[in-house]
């Protein structure tokens, strides 16, 4: 189990860039599959984008809506992860919440990840 923290939302408009980081517990860190989600007022949680380390390799996933402009990192000796995202859109707008999983590599579905934070809000003025 981990715990969960989310920063870096903000209000920004519609081109710009915000960098969303998840700074989490444990000193296990490097074992858990981590993931972006958002979720709108009324929309169900949707997968943005989710990183593992198996063996000495790093893999990423992204939803094909954001992969373009998003990019997910992670810095195991901060126990953080990041999401740095360009070219922000209206329909980004949304909280954004960090996820983890010891189970799971390479999971878009919310049902995989035992642990969440509180997310932070996105808001993309148009």
């Known amino acids: 189990q981990v715990q969960l923290v989310e920063s870096g939302g903000g209000l920004v408009q519609a081109g710009g860039s915000l960098r969303l980081s998840c700074t989490a517990s444990?000193?296990?860190?490097?074992?858990?599959?981590m993931g972006w989600f958002r979720q709108a007022p009324g929309k169900e949680r949707e997968f943005v984008a989710t990183i593992s380390e198996i063996g000495v390799n790093t893999y990423t996933w992204y939803a094909d809506f954001v992969k373009d402009r998003f990019t997910i990192s992670r810095d195991n000796a901060k126990n953080t992860v990041d999401l740095q995202m360009y070219n922000l859109k209206p329909e980004d707008t949304a909280n954004y919440l960090c996820?983890?999983?010891?189970?799971?590599?390479?999971?878009?579905?919310?049902?995989?990840?035992?642990?969440w934070g509180q997310g932070t809000q996105v808001t993309v003025s148009s």
């Open positions: 996820a983890a999983t010891l189970r799971v590599a390479g999971s878009s579905n919310p049902n995989e990840y035992d642990d």
């Open positions: 444990g000193r296990t860190f490097s074992n858990y599959h």
